[in-house]
């Protein structure tokens, strides 16, 4: 029979290793992750789009996740969720939206980029950042049945997630479900979760009725100092979103002081930053929970592990149907 003390160095070891085993969205391997470019080719609409792929170490297929950048910018944009999220075992694609994207400003003078700018953010954009993610999905596809292709066996389209930052959110809610008009339906049915930063309401209509037929799961992320200047988008007006989601699976998270700008990368090689190391945990939690279906990681979501992440004047939450 075990000594006391033998049982109470069993049980310390055991505890030990339990901790050292616990969920951790931040954990990732020491690999170096290479990024590659592509250009999809829409022959309907005469359109390039360029896109840049972050892939996982290794060769087996992996969850896809898809990334559409804010107005006026690029594939270029938000490495550190590129490079995270590949590390986690995920294929990352940042798709380049013409017409919406850094070609917009960069060689308009400077009192005409914010004019430029505004006349970006129109319909005629949206609809076609809308078009233009079906579009790479299919080349997606395509390429990944090619032989000899640098892409090739290395999706995992029946996985498949789908983000983006203010009108690269806006870009995720239509292909989510957004809108009351069946026959106007925008929906991407390959796509499984959404997470959405800095998302918008319609500008007109109940938001309720605008969201009643999105189903699958969505994270929200802003800011309490989350205001656009280009459609005079409010902090307030971001949070009519997540109780809009009736119908799905919803989390959302209320960074305290976080700004517009702070969900993007600045151009920095790395931003140790609070809302940073955040949104990559919570990001993290929510595509292995939804795309992976691990358990431990929506218990991370739905448990103190969220929380952990944040402070105390952040606020987190969950409704009914992402407890479930």
Same mark, same amino acid.
């Given at each position: ?46 359109? +390039? ?121 806006? +870009? +995720? ?85 976080? +700004? ?65």
């Amino acid at each position: 029979m075990k000594s006391i003390a033998a049982r109470v160095l069993a049980m310390v070891a055991t505890i030990g290793f339990a901790s050292a085993e616990a969920y951790d969205p931040l954990k990732v391997p020491a690999a170096e992750i290479v990024s590659k470019t592509f250009e999809v080719k829409d022959a309907g609409r005469d359109r +390039t789009l360029p896109i840049r792929v972050y892939l996982p170490e290794g060769k087996s297929a992996a969850p896809v996740v898809i990334f559409s950048h804010g107005l006026g910018g690029s594939r270029d944009n938000n490495p550190y969720l590129g490079n995270h999220w590949a590390r986690r075992g995920y294929a990352v694609v940042f798709v380049q939206h013409p017409g919406s994207d850094e070609s917009v400003w960069k060689d308009a003078p400077g009192l005409e980029k914010m004019t430029a700018l505004k006349e970006a953010a129109s319909i005629e954009n949206y609809l076609a950042r809308a078009k233009d993610v079906p579009v790479v999905i299919d080349a997606l596809a395509a390429w990944n049945k090619e032989t000899g292709h640098a892409l090739a066996g290395r999706l995992d389209l029946e996985r498949l997630g789908m983000s983006g930052h203010s009108f690269g959110a806006q +870009t +995720t809610q239509a292909l989510a479900g957004q809108g009351d008009r069946p026959r106007l339906s925008l929906v991407e049915p390959r796509i499984d979760a959404a997470v959405m930063m800095s998302p918008s309401p319609p500008r007109v209509g109940d938001p309720a009725k605008a969201f009643a037929n999105v189903k699958i799961p969505c994270l929200l992320m802003t800011g309490t100092r989350d205001e656009s200047p280009i459609g005079n988008t409010t902090p307030e007006d971001r949070l009519k979103v997540f109780p809009a989601l009736q119908q799905a699976p919803a989390w959302e998270v209320v960074f305290d002081q976080a +700004t517009h700008m702070d969900f993007g990368q600045r151009g920095r090689a790395e931003d140790t930053s609070r809302y940073h190391k955040a949104i990559l945990a919570l990001t993290t939690a929510f595509w292995d929970a939804e795309l992976k279906g691990d358990s431990e990681a929506k218990a991370w979501l739905n448990g103190e592990g969220a929380k952990s992440v944040l402070v105390a004047a952040d606020r987190w939450e969950a409704n009914g149907k992402a407890k479930e």
